[in-house]
């Protein structure tokens, strides 16, 4: 931090000049100014230290972790319990089973105990943190008399949320209505709701061959999602599946009271209006790879039908796609929002495409993710689209509940990662700076 102070010479120095009888010059030099607030900034200093040191994602997923783990843990213990009552023989059998339940009690505790311990350390923080930002408002509130109005909007290319660093969770596990049932699929938030719809969540299955779906799943709150129901119900595209004009691939996005997908057996983007039941197309540049030609993939595994992967972020709607001439590279395009749908600018990355395991849009920057291992997935690469730079060394990596993510939306709304795994929902928290 630098500061830079800018004071009259008039108002600092009182100079008093005399000429002694041996001609020397000699210059008395009176400071009227208070001495810098060394020791001010020093504590200032050492305060933010200190929270730094103790507020860090790794430390919310420290305490996400122990929820997440009791969270599990308490299911199977009463499923346990229920086990020993059925079928109880009161003797060895039974025997076996309470030691089961001991030692799951015992770690159930120690869980307990983790979670007091941090939660009580984070309780002394919050105390500490709120009694000193209250004394530096009172302290503002008592000097400014002119405060300086905030821009209602950040600048052109500028993140309102600051720089993206981690991603912590999941915050939400959840199988909903199917469990198992339909592997492929997506879910998450509308940006840009209707009115009355700012709350509800949307759900996109595959059911026919893990490959097409021909309507969207809407439900009225997040709750109602996960414990599976689901008002006001399903919305059809078409009532057969698949045709014209319906959903093929996992990677779609709700914007506008709209859903965005890539049409069945085209290398169009569709725009299905959720008010007026209505699609319109919009086509992208020939030789764009579809039908399963131009996937997401891993080592030994591609994703099939992932050829064009919708995405939002606060800026509106974008589509990612490979084309021939791109040679397999990641093209990016903003769509803009219409019946029909219009492409507006697009970019031409360095980025091989079955390089790549997903990829999602926040603040104007593309992000894309590969495989690690079953547990991890790592988001590697950005491509910045107000400055055209890329990196391949971004290295924040996502905890898995499920071996693959099938698609990945990004929620502006809450700062939401959404992803769909193995017929599982899953979100995470993207950490801003």
Known sequence: MKLCVIIPLCALITLTQQVPPQDQCVCDLTNSEKAFPHDKLSTVEDNASKCNSNITPKKTLELESLMLGLERRLPQLEKDLSVLERENDGELYGVLSLLVIENELTEIKQLMDKLNMTSLRHQHLTTDTTEQRLKRDLDQCKDEHHPTPHPTQPPQGICPHGKFVNITGPGVYTAGEYPGSYMYGAWG?????????????????????????????????????????????????????????????????????????????????????????????????????????????????????????????????????????????????????????????????????????????????????????????????????????????????????????????????????????????????????
């Open 189 to 433: 938030r509308d940006p840009k709701p209707a009115v009355g719809k700012e709350n509800w969540y949307w759900l996109v299955m595959l059911t026919s061959s893990n490959v097409y779906s021909n309507y969207i799943r809407l439900y009225s709150s997040l709750s109602s999602l996960i414990v599976g129901v689901s008002v006001p119900g399903n919305v059809l595209i078409h009532s057969s599946n698949p045709t014209t004009n319906t959903v093929q691939g996992p990677n779609v996005v709700l914007y506008g009271d709209a859903l965005y997908y890539n049409c069945y057996n085209k290398y169009d983007v569709c725009r299905f209006n959720l008010s007026t039941k209505t699609v319109t197309t919009m086509q992208l540049p020939e030789g764009t790879r579809f039908n399963s030609k131009g996937n997401f993939c891993r080592l030994d595994e591609c994703y099939p039908y992932t050829d064009l992967d919708l995405a939002t972020d606060e800026s509106g709607v974008w589509v990612i796609y490979t084309t021939t001439q791109d040679f397999g590279n990641l093209v990016l395009s903003k769509v803009e929002e219409g019946e029909p749908p219009t492409l507006n600018q697009t970019w031409h990355t360095s980025v091989y495409k079955q390089a790549v395991t997903n990829t999602f849009m926040a603040c104007g920057v593309l992000y894309a993710t590969r495989y690690v291992s079953k547990e991890v997935e790592e988001i590697f690469y950005s491509f910045d689209t107000s400055t055209g730079v890329e990196k391949f060394d971004i290295g924040i990596f996502i905890r898995k509940m499920s071996p693959n993510i099938y698609s990945l939306n990004y929620s502006p709304v809450d700062q939401m990662l959404h992803a769909y795994c193995n017929s599982f929902m899953v979100s995470y928290k993207v950490l801003f700076e």
